[in-house]
């Protein structure tokens, strides 16, 4: 959906202006009611320097009348006005600067919290969703979406406020000019709308632009990423001229989209940027015949000179909200899809049972499965008693591993349920199940935390328990080697394991909360098969309260378990002892022969 | 590497790395100079207007004014339009640049072991040629537009106070440089806490990016509260640091506007006291307050372009690290072609050890005939890996030889070796287009008939055609839309259409269907057979069949020959194979 959404935004169309400012007025409106202070401090603000401007030309149109034509021109004695004028000055600039201060403080609040807030709720719906939503998303969407997208979707506060002001002042600086002179008014107004139109032209067409260099940064991105992902390959194949080749293909496009942009955008600023210079010509021409009929004094003059001199760069901000607000709400689009997934797991009250001992897990009959339109499993009939452990079994694609992610509840089945000392999964309160089920997968993600930090993984665990899991999970000796023993860090920016390591380390994190059912789904693929056994031997003979079910390929964990439960294209084809399965069942028996075939070869030498 | 290097040098060997980078540079700095006069020119036409024709007569001179307007208008479209020019030509110029910065650290990367070595500093390396080069970009054409119009406008505005009076510009001049180098001083301060902000930056998109990508793993052990938490406060931290740092630095900058007032106060005062008899005219000072703004504004620009530098620096530096790191697998100079006949193996004294000191490789010496199919085997670590990435140089050895076809492996030209020595890692990476572009790959121009060809000869007709597409079938990013097991038969294929004459395969670890695991046996079979082969063996299996296998154990080659004498004779491979056999009798 994200993804769609994302490939969608190719060069589009340039969006209509009307809908855009609609679009752009209801977002704007939308974060000011969940920040109304921190805006009116900052609009205040900005009134305040938009006020000061104004104010100090007119200021300096006085000083021009009163002291310095009176001195420079008319040959008069200096007196006390000239220490008002430096005064005023003075006053006048320190109320400017108030006036940024208020406006920028107000700005940064309002932007960096409606940011944090973004990033807060994203993570905390996302948190919620049920995982099969999650699954047909891209991870690199999603996380573009909580942090580019959702910075981007308040750009537009940045220069709002600092607009709303220039708007203020573009409205009175034409009022002013009209009062001092109707005919200068008319030029004045002319000379700054058309400025204004032009800066907002620009911004509109060059944005469709902009949206190009988006996507050719991605591609260039793209490229590099797949081409250092796989540098083993390309060498080996002696491909990396060919790799430079494709490189320099997406990076010569960026560069001509850049160029184009800068072509368009150069063209606009120039126009727009030369406008308020030959306005105020215009003014002080046509202004010299207005003094010559005494319609205006050289002050009035130097004032309207003096605010067109000023205006210019304030001007600019309307403009630039109209930019941003085009990112913002192409991003922000993307942030409330996400927000508007409404697939959350719901959870029931239920709390455990508080029983000791190892838990029961039973389907009824009809429990079927199925996403995409897609049935992966149906009318599965399995009960798995306190204690045992169950190997399910079965050819790839026969629906085991999704099986075992209904047990952990960390998917939903389409019918029936699962029941965990004959209690609905879906009735439990989210923490409840937490405590009873754990669950293992093949592919472990450590978090950039402590090793002891991720075993004890939002839970209070104390160093005994934690070396008793790690004991348990054949980790405990390698942890102790590494440079910090369970205070190394791990992840991103920490130590890195190896696949064996990793997963013994997720092993470990699932039984440090001791739970009543144990789930591993492949969860000791990567770990050596001596080892491994001796993992699962210790689990069978360990004090730990656990009904353990594993989703086994090895012949080796097979032959641990007390039951096996053989799938095939997503029903159970029979279940019971390794014996009598090979008895009964064709299937198991041939994929058995097909594994004690390889026996010898199946498994690993290392 | 570079730490030390200062920004102005970091800057100047960008020069020398991007050849056309200071092409046309003046002509650009000339026409930002003309494009100043849009500014520069109001406050002379304001003094003109004022002192001749409206001051200067008993009436105003409206036909002298309508003529100076005329030129000053005439003098602004030619102003706007070169202004236009400059900044077009540097944007043209940064982008053209920066695009061959980025394809030459690109190119560099590819020679570089440590791309496919050091796995986990890969997307440091991505950010290289990435979002630093875009962040170097975005300096050049900002900060190269700032100080070429802030210098052009901060000369041409002290020239016009000269020519108006001169006392009033040195009063101007001096206050403009207490001012910056105020600034210069707040900058720093600034600089570091903005360093305080990156941390927090880094480490809320660090509990973000966590919170999504392991978002299986917190679902599966109810840790949604604990990172949520987690989430909560590293952006909370962001958010105060942010907030923190740029009120600081509206403080600081909005001091300008209280500097600009006050030397405008400054000036009409000390203006005034000057008076008519220093030659000062009306029209003067008033231009002067209009000059005084032309030059307040440029130079803040121009310390905040300098503060700018210090950031962009950082990115240099790592960039030019990039290029300054030696090409560790060179192709060699005057390199020699492999002999035209079946190739064998000599290793002499071979030893391998990282650049942290950690010996993997040591005192491996091994002759291996043309023709034999090698087993390597080994516990995890024992350097079995690292011995086959040595043969095929995808490694270069602290000391030692490894001979091919009786040529050293670093004098064979890479076209070459890459054309006659196959490899095929663990996991083959395939990239993100057909099933058939992959297999052809190494073999560019390979028609597909020549690809069906291939998975026949390999026994892989059947899987091929069991795909949606056959040979045209997509796989996806990385090949994620086929299992691991079909990832290798691919790899497999891409093998078998250089025909290596010596082949060294790293068996893949992971477990895979029974049924597509006789289809990689078929195919790994027919792969190897008819030449040199040398595999990492991780079955049982590979070693039977071998004719001889290489046992490794701590980095060193401890034992060798057939499997089973191997097995009687009660070192390292006995004991392996004990247990594992315990491991599945159980």
Request: net charge negative.
């Amino acid at each position: 959906m994200v993804a769609d959404a994302v490939a969608s935004g190719v060069v589009s169309d340039v969006p209509r202006l009307g809908s855009l400012a609609v679009d752009g007025a209801r977002l704007i409106g939308r974060f000011i009611r969940a920040h109304p202070v921190s805006f009116a401090i900052a609009v205040f603000g900005s009134f305040n320097f938009a006020a000061a401007i104004v104010v100090s030309a007119v200021v300096v149109g006085h000083i021009t009348d009163d002291v310095i034509v009176p001195v420079l021109d008319g040959g008069e004695p200096i007196d006390g006005r000239l220490r008002g004028a430096v005064i005023a000055l003075a006053l006048i600039a320190v109320w400017k600067a108030t006036g940024i201060v208020i406006r920028r403080s107000g700005a940064t609040w309002m932007q960096g919290r409606t940011q944090a807030d973004l990033r807060t709720r994203l993570v905390e719906h996302l948190l919620g969703l049920e995982l099969s939503w999650i699954r047909r998303q891209s991870t690199g969407d999603l996380l573009a979406v909580s942090d580019s997208d959702a910075g981007q979707s308040t750009y537009v506060l940045g220069p709002l406020p600092f607009a709303s002001g220039a708007l203020m002042l573009l409205i009175g600086s034409i009022v002013i000019v009209f009062v001092i002179d109707p005919i200068l008014g008319v030029i004045t107004a002319v000379g700054l709308i058309t400025k204004v139109v032009v800066d907002i032209t620009g911004a509109w067409r060059t944005f469709a632009r902009f949206e190009g260099v988006q996507i050719r940064r991605g591609e260039t991105s793209a490229v590099a990423h797949e081409s250092v992902d796989g540098a083993l390959t390309v060498k080996a194949l002696g491909r990396e001229d060919y790799e430079v080749e494709r490189f320099t293909d997406v990076s010569l496009r960026l560069r001509d989209e850049l160029i184009e942009i800068a072509r368009r955008f150069t063209l606009y600023d120039a126009v727009q940027d030369a406008l308020p210079p030959l306005t105020t010509v215009a003014v002080l021409v046509v202004g010299a015949t207005r003094i010559d009929v005494g319609a205006m004094t050289a002050g009035d003059l130097a004032t309207i000179a003096y605010l067109l001199s000023l205006i210019a760069f304030p001007l600019r901000l309307i403009g630039f909200v109209l930019w941003e607000v085009s990112g913002s709400l192409a991003a922000y689009r993307r942030v409330q899809q996400v927000l508007e997934v409404d697939d959350s797991v719901r959870y029931g009250a239920l709390e455990p049972a508080g029983a000791a001992g190892a838990a029961g897990l039973a389907s009824d009959g009809s429990l079927t499965f199925g996403y995409d339109g897609d049935i992966v499993l149906s009318d599965i009939d399995i009960d798995i008693r306190p204690g045992e452990t169950v190997a399910i079994v079965g050819p790839t694609g026969s629906g085991k591993s999704t099986l075992v992610t209904l047990f952990a509840r960390l998917w939903d089945p389409s019918a029936g349920a699962i029941r965990l000392d004959g209690r609905d999964l879906r009735d439990f309160a989210r923490s409840a199940l937490a405590g009873e089920v754990a669950f293992v997968g093949q592919d472990v993600f450590l978090f950039d935390d402590t090793v002891r930090g991720n075993i004890s993984f939002g839970v209070d665990a104390g160093d005994h328990e934690i070396f008793e899991a790690a004991r348990l999970a054949a980790a405990h000796d390698f942890i102790v080697d590494l440079p910090d023993g369970y205070d190394t860090r791990l992840g991103e920016r920490g130590t890195s394991l190896s696949g064996g390591q990793r997963q013994r380390v997720a092993l470990a994190r699932a039984l440090v909360r001791r739970p009543r059912l144990l789930i591993l789904d492949d969860a000791t693929s990567a770990v050596d098969p001596s080892i491994e056994t001796g993992i699962l031997l210790r689990l069978k003979e360990s004090v730990l309260p656990s009904t353990v079910v594993l989703v086994a390929y090895r012949r080796s964990s097979i032959s641990l378990a007390d039951r096996v439960v053989y799938i095939e294209e997503g029903r159970v084809l029979g279940q019971g002892t390794h014996d009598e399965l090979l008895g009964s069942v064709p299937g198991y028996a041939r994929l058995i022969r097909a594994y004690e075939e390889d026996a010898a070869e199946r498994e690993t030498v290392r | 590497m570079n730490s030390e290097m200062t920004t102005t040098a970091a800057l100047r060997r960008l020069f020398r790395e991007i050849p056309g980078l200071g092409r046309g540079l003046l002509l650009t700095a000339g026409l930002a100079m003309v494009g100043t006069v849009l500014q520069v020119a109001i406050p002379v036409v304001v003094q003109l207007i004022i002192d001749i024709d409206i001051l200067g007569g008993e009436s105003v001179d409206i036909s002298s004014a309508a003529r100076r307007g005329g030129v000053a208008v005439a003098a602004m479209v030619v102003a706007s339009f070169a202004r236009r020019s400059a900044t077009f030509r540097l944007s043209r110029l940064s982008a053209s640049a920066l695009a061959t910065l980025r394809i030459k650290v690109f190119a560099h990367l590819h020679r570089l072991s440590s791309l496919h070595v050091q796995s986990e500093r890969r997307g440091a390396l991505v950010a290289r040629v990435t979002s630093d080069i875009y962040r170097i970009q975005d300096f050049m054409e900002w900060a190269g537009m700032g100080m070429m119009i802030g210098v052009s406008q901060v000369v041409l505005a002290v020239a016009a106070m000269l020519f108006y009076r001169w006392q009033l510009a040195l009063l101007v001049v001096l206050g403009v440089t207490v001012y910056g180098l105020a600034l210069l001083v707040f900058q720093r301060i600034l600089g570091r806490a903005h360093d305080r902000v990156r941390e927090r930056v880094a480490d809320s998109m660090s509990a973000l990016g966590e919170s999504i990508t392991g978002l299986p793993t917190v679902r599966a052990y109810g840790a949604e509260g604990p990172t949520l938490h987690r989430v909560r406060s590293a952006v909370d931290a962001q958010f105060k640091a942010e907030f923190k740092t740029y009120s600081l630095g509206s403080a600081l900058f909005s001091s300008a506007e209280v500097f600009a007032g006050g030397l405008t106060a400054a000036v009409v005062g000390v203006g005034i006291l000057l008076g008519a008899e220093s030659g000062l005219t009306a029209g003067g000072l008033i231009a002067f307050l209009f000059l005084v703004n032309l030059l307040v504004q440029p130079v803040q620009t121009l310390v905040e372009t300098l503060d700018s530098a210090q950031a962009a620096g950082a990115g240099m530096r790592k960039v030019i690290g990039v290029l300054d790191t030696p090409v560790d697998l060179a192709d060699p100079v005057d390199g020699m072609d492999l002999p035209d006949e079946p190739l064998d193996v000599a290793v002499r004294d071979l030893a391998f050890s990282y650049p942290t000191g950690d010996v993997v490789l040591s005192d491996v010496n091994v002759s291996i005939a043309p023709g034999r199919r090698i087993a390597v085997v080994g516990h995890t670590g024992s350097g079995k890996t690292t011995f086959a990435k040595l043969v095929v140089r995808l490694l270069d050895p602290a000391s030692g030889v490894v001979e091919i076809g009786g040529v050293p492996v670093d004098r064979v030209r890479f076209a070459s070796l890459r054309a006659r020595v196959g490899y095929v890692p663990q996991e083959g990476f395939l990239f993100d287009t057909t099933v058939a572009d992959n297999v052809r790959y190494g073999r560019p121009g390979v028609n597909d008939d020549a690809i069906r060809l291939a998975f026949a000869d390999l026994g892989l007709t059947e899987w091929v055609d069991s795909l949606p597409d056959g040979i045209a079938t997509r796989v996806g990013e990385g090949g994620s839309q086929l299992s691991a097991g079909e990832r290798q038969l691919v790899a497999l294929t891409r093998a078998w259409m250089s025909q290596p004459d010596l082949l060294v395969l790293d068996e893949a670890t992971s477990a895979v269907d029974p049924a597509l695991e006789v289809s990689l046996r078929r195919a790994i079979d027919r792969l190897i057979s008819g030449r040199t082969s040398i595999t990492v063996a991780h079955r049982l299996s590979t070693a039977e069949a071998s004719d001889e296998v290489l046992v490794f154990d701590h980095g060193r080659l401890v034992e060798r020959g057939r499997h089973p004498d191997l097995l009687v004779a009660g070192g390292v491979y006995s004991a392996m194979h004990r247990d594992w056999m315990a491991g599945t009798r159980t």
